[in-house]
């Protein structure tokens, strides 16, 4: 076999990144390191796989018939390598996971510690945006995304719904009066959210309507919206997972339940589309997927 399994993986991580330096970055090797493997490959073959310009990189027609042999052994060999471990404990490696900042603080950072139990020689990497990203581009392995899925790149696994509260403090309510109908939310201070419009409209309707919120006072995301509420300054709208503490331990009310309709948000892990996903992925999303399994 004249081609290297580094030099296929250089070559198939640049076209997945877009570029050199981003396959450099991903496979945690210089750019001259990749780009020589990739003047090797080619070399090896006598064919151009890639066009380069300084802008961006492009496939021939050589390049997309190889690549997708590439794949094809890439994956049969990170499944021979899986199925040579003794047990799901020897699965080694990083997990690159993304999500909004609440839903690391509050579900998957109190997971962890027992996924690092029965998984010792996995390394977790939690990253925080509170906007839908590119995973290719942040070297993401898992990202969880919220309500419906439009990218067909993407695998994805339903991981729980989340009911969703209308809510404000007990210091707040003291102070400004507890709303008994839904337009009595109009004459309140209301928290939303300045990137994602879609979380401003409330599952509470006021004459036949679905209630599109004007918040007096925003924020870029749920974390930072609920600690305004717990601190007093208005009334909200969450989901079930970041107040539901609260809700218990009395920090929080849950206003008009009798009027908030049984509106539910899809959580799911979405990872890219590969014929081989390799086990320590799926095996987080897997456990994942159990413990959330009661909020289905």
């Not at 750019?31 to 492009?58: C, M, Y």
């Not at 690391?104 to 027992?114: A, F, T, Y």
């Not at 403090?169 to 994602?196: N, R």
Request: overall charge negative.
């Amino acid at each position: 076999m004249k081609s290297t399994i580094e030099e296929l993986q250089a070559f198939t991580v640049i076209v997945d990144s877009g570029s050199i330096v981003k396959a450099a970055e991903r496979l945690d090797q210089t750019a001259s390191g990749i780009s020589r493997a990739l003047q090797r490959l080619e070399s090896k073959l006598n064919v151009t796989l890639l066009e380069r310009t300084t802008r961006k990189i492009k496939l021939t027609q050589e390049g997309q018939l190889f690549l997708a042999k590439a794949r094809q052994i890439l994956n049969a060999l990170a499944e021979a390598e899986d199925a040579l471990l003794k047990t799901d404990a020897d699965i080694s490696g990083l997990i690159r996971v993304d999500s909004a900042t609440p839903f690391v603080l509050h579900v998957i950072v109190p997971l962890i510690h027992e996924f690092m139990q029965k998984y010792p020689n996995i390394t977790i990497e939690l990253n925080n945006h509170d906007q839908v990203i590119d995973l290719l581009e942040h070297q993401t392995d898992v990202a969880i995304r919220f309500g419906e899925l439009n990218d067909s790149t993407l695998h994805a696994k339903l991981l729980c719904r989340s009911h969703l509260y209308i809510v404000a403090s007990p210091e707040y309510v003291a102070k400004k009066g507890l709303p008994q109908q839904p337009d009595d939310l109009l004459q309140h201070d209301l928290i939303g959210f300045s990137q994602v419009n879609h979380l401003n409209t409330w599952p509470i309707e006021i004459d036949g309507k679905a209630l599109t919120i004007q918040p007096k006072i925003k924020a870029s995301n749920g974390e930072t919206v609920r600690q305004l509420a717990l601190s007093g300054v208005g009334v909200t709208c969450l989901s079930r997972f970041l107040v539901e503490q609260d809700l218990k331990e009395g920090r929080l009310i849950a206003l008009l339940p009798e009027h908030v309709l049984l509106h539910y948000q899809k959580i799911h892990a979405v990872y890219y589309l590969q014929e081989h996903l390799p086990k320590r992925i799926s095996l987080f999303i897997d456990y994942l997927a159990e413990k959330l399994k009661p909020y289905l």
